[in-house]
């Protein structure tokens, strides 16, 4: 059963910063991309940032250049470390794991929840101004 566990949201003023970690447990495939979403209130959920199985990474322009997600294969973790935080930032954020077949492209730039097949529970980030 694969497991996903956010932690690392909080309340930060604005042009503070945030590290969000995520723990995949469970997950034996090779292929696979993992994503950042968020959803503020009354709004849709979206595409932040992703990782890819091989490195490559992804940005929604309006997080370039003040995120950066990374992750360390060893402890099965992915990371968002989250800089020059804004107020817009403000959101419920969720990791997610896309497990992708070997005859499939990894596209790690679509940033679409479609693409994903397990959520974590989502952790919260508050920036005031």
């Known amino acids: 059963q694969v497991q996903l566990v956010e932690s690392g949201g909080g309340s930060v003023q604005a042009g503070g910063s945030l590290r969000l970690s995520c723990v995949t447990t469970?997950?034996?495939?090779?292929?696979?991309?993992m994503g950042w979403f968020r959803q503020a209130l009354g709004k849709a959920r979206e595409g932040v940032t992703a990782?890819?199985?091989?490195?490559?990474?992804a940005y929604a322009d309006s997080v370039k250049s003040r995120f950066t997600t990374s992750q360390d294969n060893a402890k099965n973790t992915v990371y968002l470390q989250m800089n020059s935080l804004k107020p817009e930032d403000t959101a419920m954020y969720y990791c997610a794991l896309a497990d992708v077949p070997n005859w499939a492209p990894l596209r790690v730039s679509r940033l679409s929840p479609a693409q994903y097949n397990y959520w974590g529970q989502g952790t919260q980030v508050t920036v005031s101004s």
């Open positions: 990782i890819d199985s091989d490195g490559n990474t």
């Open positions: 469970g997950y034996t495939g090779r292929r696979y991309l």
